[in-house]
């Protein structure tokens, strides 16, 4: 059953170090109105008389925030199976309520149409987009992988050769989509021996001005050392930062963020903040 009590609750990922977190959410925008702090207090945090808020609340990724559906468990942007279709949760302004958005068809149906028991959560818009952005080009029909759609023309005049070859490329690139819906294909914006740039956080930014030392809100510039794989996401290490053991790590969810590709990138990041923080 629906437990309209949960529809209060709120999940996202924290800026610390990239890991969900759920509970009530609430954000802070800064007397200046140049940025705005989101912040979600976790469920089972000590929420007694006299507790200071900043103690329990856990700074999150605006980007991340997720609100429940009702459904215990069942949030906003979650992705689920129902018999041979996957879904995508989203909100519906023109009919104010939740929606499962067919991944490979324009198909849209209201949630409240499926039971909790028939919801099978398979991950989540954030932590896998290939799912949700993926229009398949291939249909495995026994042994092999066909076109999805009529796309070629006048294909009866390929001779065998040239079929099989075809039939090849057809059956790859079905085995690579297979692996994507199914979470085991990983695509990342760099490998190992990329040179990658990256800025002090907003709040090391802030700590920097006002410990006096200014001169530390540059552009870094190391190279990708180190790529590791956990539960909820990725992270990586550089080369000086392991030389040296600074303990720094490069969040998946940071990149565009504190660190990126180019300098030029980096250095309009590095801007923004400049600019925000004038006169401080």
Known sequence: ?????????????????????????????????????????????????????????????????????????????????????????????????????????????ALGEFAPEEIDIIGNEIDNPGRCRMERLTYKEGNHYYFANECLVGISTIDEDSLNVLQNVLDKLGAYEDAEEQGLLLRLPCGIGTDIYYIPSEKNFRLNLLDGHGEENRVFHQTVDRITFRKNGWYMECDSDLEYGTGRILLDTSYGVTWFLTSDEAEAKLKEMEDSHDGE
């Open 1 to 109: 059953m629906k437990n309209m009590g949960n529809r209060h609750l709120y999940r996202g990922k924290r800026t610390d170090n990239g890991e969900w977190v759920e509970g009530f959410y609430f954000c802070m925008t800064h007397p200046d109105g140049r940025h705005t702090h989101h912040f979600i207090i976790p469920l089972g945090a000590d929420l007694s008389l006299g507790t200071p808020v900043e103690k329990i609340q856990v700074e999150v990724d605006p980007d991340t925030i997720c609100q429940c559906t009702g459904y215990k468990g069942i949030y906003e942007r979650d992705i689920f199976q129902c018999d041979d279709s996957i879904y995508v949760i989203a909100w519906s302004d023109d009919d104010l309520c939740w929606e499962a958005l067919s991944v490979n068809s324009s198909e849209s149906i």
